[in-house]
């Protein structure tokens, strides 16, 4: 589409009623990133408060017209989805507004290929606009969903604003306390005796379920020790003499949110550490491959329909609407002449209308079977079915499905092929009971029992565990010297190697509570299968796999290198100098912040002369910090910190396997290194 132009959806697709818009960019360094957001309208262009505003720090419609699903990489850079369900919209609503904003105002000019798309229930692609004029704007509309004679419509807009997510809210009749410039500032989180409707965020993290032992989250930020929360003062009931003053309008504050991880459970009572907890899913009796994926796959249905926050995290990517959830396991449904059994069903109620999804799930590492996902595929589109769900210890990447399907494409009704990871499944109930907090206690300790059921050892739920039956001979080929550019082997690796570095993405996300993504310098119009090749002709030549992720809020992104030929594994920051001191205060004060680090960390300094930097490491740097001072009148640029160890040679089931020396390569990192670092830094413009 061109900017201004329009188009009713229904002509685009019989399937409209509930779509997702992906807001889309790349970043050439690598370190661009915005946050998207949803304003509902009335026909006076106006919201009809501030809780028509969707954005991070309020996600969710309560209606379920409005999700954000948070951002996921694709081939071209970053994707951040919105789910709408069109049919919730609220008849007074006259518009919703697609927008999106970057932090501390940050243009837009500085990302490539922002984009909006839209896709259907059947994830069939309808339209998409590209902006291409950005420069000093840091909020843009891509775009707005409109009614017009009781029919929705889509118009390319594109219009930008220089004053940042504050200016563009306040256009459309949002209250704004303060910029989201501001970056101290915190928003009013209470807990559930603070609500008025008594309904609050509260979450618990003891192993029995009871109103009187959840935590609650608070307004501070995370620290190893949280402050205990404390009752409101009291207020004095207003006497007859006097009447009670007007209440002022809640002013919408867009800092980011601040919650604080949840209280540590309280001791237990077992008389000695060989007591077992009695846990609601038992996973240490299961043997076969078949017990693990029956068992997990009825564990993780049941869990979805009794917590309906988790549910919707889950379904809502694939299309679902927010209603009242069923599901279901080994149901028999006819296909020619033996009727077929997948492994599980959800159905969703909404209005009288039903969605549903079919199940396929895998557990221990066992790949899923392209004729068994063909036959839900065809079952799904004669029965009028929304989605087939696949389930498995894979992580699914764009450009490289996990199982080839074919779809007829005479068939009017669509289905859309959707794929989670247990990983992603397990980071999706961290995120909620130990950063968001879910609305009963006793949802919190389901959430619980199922997360301790997904990392118990004998489950088959792990995440990613097996490099594939390339990785030996690729391996082997870089030892002897023999692997050559060109080789499929190769660039098999390097998928596998984008997957391990999307779950520890997922692992870390998870504990962490905020955004980590990997970081993809793509450039303009490389698609994702070019991209691995050259990257596979790199590892031929230099025997090294490389990567980067960036979380939020951090000093920097951790970049993390896999050299295949002397087996060693190394990760890596790279922080900025400041503007402003003195370079011996600079690097004191470096020492100071890693006091807590390991005595091997290596800190190299970065110039802008032809020479390197001086380095050590920290043990030989910590009695000397002038030490990283140039000898000549190079200007310090920054700083590199680096952490090296032998990684495991094996597939990653044993102890010393690959997979498991990047994560917990990239863990120690982050908690020795990089969480002791300030993160203002990070956010400098």
């Not at 009713?8 to 889309?24: F, H, I, K, P, R």
């Not at 661009?32 to 009335?42: E, H, I, K, P, R």
């Not at 969703?348 to 068994?372: H, M």
């Not at 004191?588 to 032809?610: C, F, M, N, S």
């Amino acid at each position: 589409m061109v900017k201004g132009a329009n188009v009713g959806l229904a002509a685009l697709s019989e399937a409209t009623d509930s779509v997702t818009v992906g807001l889309g960019w790349s970043s050439p360094d690598g370190d661009g990133d915005a946050d998207v957001s949803v304003l509902l309208l009335t026909a006076d262009g106006k919201v009809r408060s501030n809780a028509d505003f969707f954005f991070y720090n309020n996600p969710t419609a309560e209606d379920g017209s409005v999700q954000l699903l948070g951002q996921t990489p694709t081939e071209a850079g970053t994707e951040d989805r919105i789910q709408l369900d069109l049919t919730a919209v609220p008849t007074d609503i006259d518009r919703l507004v697609i927008a999106a904003s970057r932090h501390q105002r940050a243009p837009f000019g500085k990302l490539d290929n922002l984009r909006v798309e839209l896709t259907d229930l059947g994830g069939e692609r309808l339209l998409g606009f590209s902006i291409t004029d950005a420069d000093s704007e840091s909020a843009f509309v891509f775009g707005e969903i409109y009614r017009r004679n009781q029919e929705w419509k889509f118009r390319a807009i594109g219009q930008g604003y220089d004053t940042g997510l504050a200016g563009l809210a306040t256009d459309f009749g949002i209250e704004i306390e303060d910029d989201e410039n501001d970056s101290d500032n915190e928003l009013d989180v209470r807990d559930e005796n603070d609500r008025a409707d008594g309904t609050g965020g509260a979450l618990t993290t003891d192993p029995l379920p009871g109103a009187e032992e959840s935590a609650a989250t608070t307004t501070a930020p995370a620290t190893a020790n949280p402050p205990t929360t404390t009752a409101p003062p009291a207020v004095p009931a207003p006497t007859t003499d006097s009447a009670p003053e007007p209440t002022a309008p809640k002013r919408l504050r867009t800092a980011k949110k601040k919650v604080t991880l949840p209280k540590a459970p309280k001791p237990s009572l077992a008389e000695n550490d060989a007591w077992r907890t009695a846990r609601l899913f038992p996973a240490s009796s299961l043997k076969s491959d078949r017990e693990r994926e029956v068992r997990a796959t009825s564990v993780l249905l049941s869990v979805m329909a009794q917590v309906p926050e988790f549910g919707r995290r889950l379904t809502a990517a694939f299309g679902a609407p927010a209603g009242r959830t069923e599901t279901f396991t080994e149901v028999s449904l006819p296909h020619g002449d033996s009727p077929k059994r997948p492994d599980g069903v959800i159905r969703v109620e909404r209005a009288g209308r039903l969605w549903t999804a079919l199940v396929e799930s895998k557990t221990n590492g066992n790949p899923l079977k392209a004729d068994q996902v063909q036959d839900y595929m065809d079952i799904a589109a004669r029965r009028g079915y929304e989605a087939v769900i696949t389930l498995s210890n894979d992580v699914a990447l764009d450009g490289s499905p996990l199982v080839a399907v074919k779809v007829d494409g005479r068939r009017k009704h669509k289905v859309l092929l959707g794929h989670l990871s247990w990983a992603e499944v397990a980071y999706q109930a961290k995120t909620l009971i130990r950063h968001e907090g879910v609305s009963n206690p006793a949802h919190a300790w389901l959430l619980q029992e199922l997360l301790h059921y997904l990392q118990h050892e004998n489950s088959g739920c792990h995440g990613f565990q097996n490099m594939g039956p390339a990785w030996v001979p690729v391996r082997k080929g870089i030892d002897d010297e023999t692997l050559a550019t060109g080789d499929e082997r190769a660039v098999q690796v390097v998928e596998s190697w984008e997957r391990l570095v999307r779950q520890v993405c997922f692992q870390l996300g998870g504990e962490l509570g905020v955004k980590v993504l990997p970081v993809q310098r793509t450039r303009r119009g490389e698609d994702a299968r070019a991209r691995r090749t050259e990257l596979a002709d790199r590892l031929c030549t230099d025997g090294r796999l490389s990567a980067e992720i960036r979380i939020d809020d951090a000093a920097g992104s951790i970049s993390i290198t896999a050299d295949l030929r002397v087996g060693k594994l190394r990760t890596s920051t790279e922080i900025p100098a400041p503007e402003q001191g003195y370079p011996l205060s600079w690097v004191k004060r470096l020492i100071r912040q890693l006091a807590e680090a390991p005595a091997d960390l290596h800190v190299e300094t970065l110039t802008d002369g032809a020479a390197a930097g001086p380095r050590g490491t920290l043990e030989k740097l910590r009695p000397e910090p002038g030490d990283l001072l140039p000898k000549d009148t190079s200007r310090i640029t920054g700083f590199r910190l680096s952490l090296s160890k032998s990684m495991g040679s094996t597939r990653g089931n044993a102890e010393t396997g690959f997979i498991r020396s990047v994560d917990d390569a990239v863990e120690r990192f982050h908690s020795t290194v990089l969480v002791h670092l300030d993160h203002r830094a990070a956010r400098r413009p």
